[in-house]
């Protein structure tokens, strides 16, 4: 069975600090996808990143990095100076290859005080 | 990526009463998707929105309940039936690039029953 954990319910961290939001994975397939997407206040969710279960490599995009580490089953991420902007719900997802469903982890709000 | 949107971006109903919800895609797509976000929860799959047949519902959600159309390969809508205040939701509609299992998300539509 598919599941996905974000121990982190809520965090609170203070501007311009560094900040990572957990995701443990568990799914019995060797070909699944994991992303991460993110949900501001106004509601939408933001589509942040996908990484293949093939491809180990992390990935980072500014001031936003990926950890994905097969043998712990986890794939973090870590906002690098962070700034009120990025105050938001983060949601990590799984999906794997017997069909196009995409089942998501309870979700971290992380509030960045100024 | 495709341009979503949501009719209405939001809604406050009665009891008992049913509020069609309108997903719009400006270019075909094959994977059509509908979920729900109860207030400080998860999103939660309600069913597969598929062209020219019967909708796929996950386990909990049933057809009379939240009956889904998709008459086009760009449009599809999901009615929330005899509505009860635990229907107060977002509700989000999804397109699947058919890349990856990758999806991305309409801008939602915030619904409070009374």
């Known amino acids: 069975a598919q599941k996905v954990t974000q121990a982190q319910t809520e965090i609170s961290v203070v501007e311009k600090e560094d900040v990572t939001l957990d995701c443990v994975y568990e799914?019995?397939?060797?070909?699944?996808?994991l992303f991460w997407y993110k949900q501001p206040p106004s509601g939408e969710l933001v589509f942040l990143i996908r990484?293949?279960?093939?491809?180990?490599q992390n990935e980072i995009s500014g001031r936003y990095s990926w950890n994905f580490q097969k043998s712990t089953s986890s794939f973090n991420f870590t906002i690098t100076a962070s700034q009120v902007v990025d105050s938001a719900v983060y949601f990590c997802?799984?999906?794997?290859?017997?069909?196009?469903?995409?089942?998501f982890g309870k979700g971290t709000r992380l509030h960045i005080l100024p | 990526s495709a341009v979503i949107s949501q009719k209405p971006s939001r809604d406050i109903c009665q009891r008992g009463t049913s509020l069609t919800i309108q997903c719009q895609v400006d270019?075909?797509?094959?994977?059509m998707f509908w979920y729900r976000q109860q207030p400080g929860q998860s999103l939660t799959l309600i069913a597969t929105?598929?062209?020219?047949?019967?909708?796929?519902?996950e386990s909990g959600f049933v057809i009379d309940k939240f009956p889904i159309s998709r008459p086009n390969l760009t449009f599809s809508t999901l009615t929330v039936s005899n509505m009860s205040p635990e229907d107060s939701s977002i509700y989000l509609c999804?397109?699947?690039?058919?890349?990856?299992?990758?999806?991305?998300f309409g801008p939602g539509t915030r619904l409070t029953v009374l």
């Open positions: 999804s397109v699947g690039t058919g890349v990856y299992n990758e999806q991305f």
């Open positions: 799914t019995r397939d060797t070909t699944y996808y």
């Open positions: 990484r293949n279960s093939f491809d180990e």
């Open positions: 997802a799984l999906s794997d290859n017997r069909d196009d469903k995409i089942i």
């Open positions: 270019s075909q797509v094959t994977m």
């Open positions: 929105a598929n062209q020219g047949s019967e909708a796929t519902y």
